[in-house]
């Protein structure tokens, strides 16, 4: 079993609608979770992490998380061609430790 | 802010030459930098964990003598690649981690697009 697993999609969505990109792991002790968005050919760059339970919003995007579960999950609201990108999910189990990621969702956002 | 400059975003290198990979953060000190290796259409695997003033901590199936780490100053960690084949050409990224700042703690460079003829 991988210790952070997302489907690869690809997946579609129309502009305007929402995306839902889901990621599970296998590892109870993780503390702290990442979601980045990768543009072909440029490095990761962070779009939220979060670390307790619930959901956490910021602007057009929303991370839930469900320890209980081992379930963690971005949603894009309002999706825009430019959210058309690889989104990665990434864990860690305590501060100052590395970061695994998952295999990456990649998302076609449709004009 | 917490930047991380990668140099050089691209090098094309002969079979059997090294390569060396610098990775700075500008504005913080970083005791700790990753660094990671992404082939297309895959992931990022994370092949070390550098620690500045010790060795360097290797991912399981990395070799340490063809890819070598230092973190010689807290804002500066390199990778070598010696003696490069083309089975080594990939997009290598570093990453460091920023003190005390939860979450957002953690930048990438730019990465290195490395190509092995």
């Known amino acids: 079993q991988k210790e952070v697993e997302q489907n690869s999609g690809p997946l579609s969505v129309p502009e305007g609608a929402i995306a839902s990109l889901n990621c599970t792991y296998s590892d109870r002790g993780s503390q702290s979770f990442f979601w980045y968005r990768q543009y072909s050919g440029k490095s990761p760059e962070l779009i939220m992490f979060?670390?307790?339970?619930g959901d956490k919003e910021d602007g057009r995007f929303t991370a839930q998380l469900n320890k209980a579960s081992q379930y963690v999950s971005l949603l894009i609201r309002d999706s825009q061609p430019s959210d058309s990108a690889t989104y990665l999910c990434?864990?860690?189990?305590?501060?100052?430790?590395?970061?695994?990621f998952g295999s990456g969702t990649q998302l076609t956002v449709l004009p | 802010g917490a930047v991380v400059s990668q140099h050089p975003s691209w090098v094309i290198c002969k079979s059997g030459t090294s390569v060396k990979i610098e990775c700075r953060s500008l504005d913080f000190q970083a005791t700790t930098m990753f660094w990671y290796r992404q082939f297309p259409k895959q992931s990022l695997m994370l092949m070390a964990t550098s620690n500045e003033g010790s060795k360097a901590t290797y991912e399981q199936g990395v070799e340490k003598d063809k890819f070598l780490i230092n973190h010689a100053s807290l804002t500066l960690s390199t990778l070598t690649v010696t003696s490069a084949h083309p089975e080594d050409s990939s997009f290598y990224i570093c990453?460091?981690?920023?003190?005390?700042?939860?979450?957002?703690?953690?930048?990438f460079g730019s990465g290195t697009r490395l190509t092995v003829v």
């Open positions: 990434a864990v860690n189990m305590f501060e100052r430790a590395k970061l695994t």
């Open positions: 990453s460091a981690r920023k003190p005390g700042v939860r979450g957002y703690g953690y930048t």
């Open positions: 979060i670390y307790s339970n």
